[in-house]
């Protein structure tokens, strides 16, 4: 059997936010697996670099670059160093996200309400922003929006960041239908509860990991690399025909 290349990522720019670890960090080693050269980037620069030096260690190409993707100044300098150390991006993967407060809707902090917009919506909006336009001086490019099934199911306790993940999704879709034009593809990952640091809370609590189990037809929790696969469709020439999907990847829970 030929070997297909639907997969490959070969001469691919890739940016990956919130990569220092977990899904990022999963997303990262794959698309560096299959070619792309991929910039590992995070709040903080030396978690970042960590990845990029496995990446390339393994012999594959990254770069390491801090962004907080709550402060628009720093993604337009972000954004201006990908210009004129690559110029062009042919990949976009948001998956930094935060969701500081696991509490009754009603308790909800004001300052965690404006943290969560800021990153999970705001940054992600004006990331896609300065993505597309740089795919669009050369016609395509892939963005990927990490989203969650609480984006369709509402977490318990997770309000505002299950709001967040729903404009996520709305957020791919418009994105889908104004960019198509200019050869942008943008879909959005739902990942279900993963093993993360990020999802310790759900993890690591008995009580609550049981109940989550009972919902989940595969009865387990994924492993962060379980994701990546579904980045890597998304990201390549297989998906060439696929733009403003939800791609729920949860163990059937959504089913």
Known sequence: MPHTHLFDLQGKIAFVS????????????????????????????????????AIIAGGGKATAVA???????????????????????DILVNNAATNPQFCNVLDTDPAAFQKTVDVNIRGYFFMSVEAGKLMR?????????????????????QGIYSVTKAAVINM?????????????????????????????????????????????????????????????????DASSYTTGAALNVDGGYLS
């Open 18 to 53: 919130g990569a220092s670890r977990g899904i990022g960090e999963a997303i990262a080693h794959v698309l560096a697996q299959q070619g792309a050269h991929v910039i590992v980037s995070s709040r903080k620069l030396e978690g970042c670099q960590h990845v990029a030096d």
């Open 67 to 89: 962004c907080h993707i709550g402060e628009l100044e720093q993604i337009q300098q972000v954004f201006a160093g990908i210009r004129e150390q690559f110029g062009r991006l």
């Open 137 to 157: 001086e050369h016609g395509a490019g892939s963005i990927i929006n990490v989203a969650s099934i609480n984006g369709v199911s509402p977490g318990l306790f």
């Open 172 to 236: 791919t879709k418009v994105f889908a239908k104004e960019c198509a034009q200019f050869g942008i593809r943008c879909n959005a990952l739902l990942p279900g509860l993963t093993d993360t640091k990020f999802a310790s809370a759900l993890v690591k609590n008995e009580a609550i990991l049981n109940t989550a189990l009972q919902q989940i037809p595969l009865k387990r929790v994924a492993d962060p690399k379980e994701m990546a696969g579904a980045v890597l469709y998304l990201a390549s």
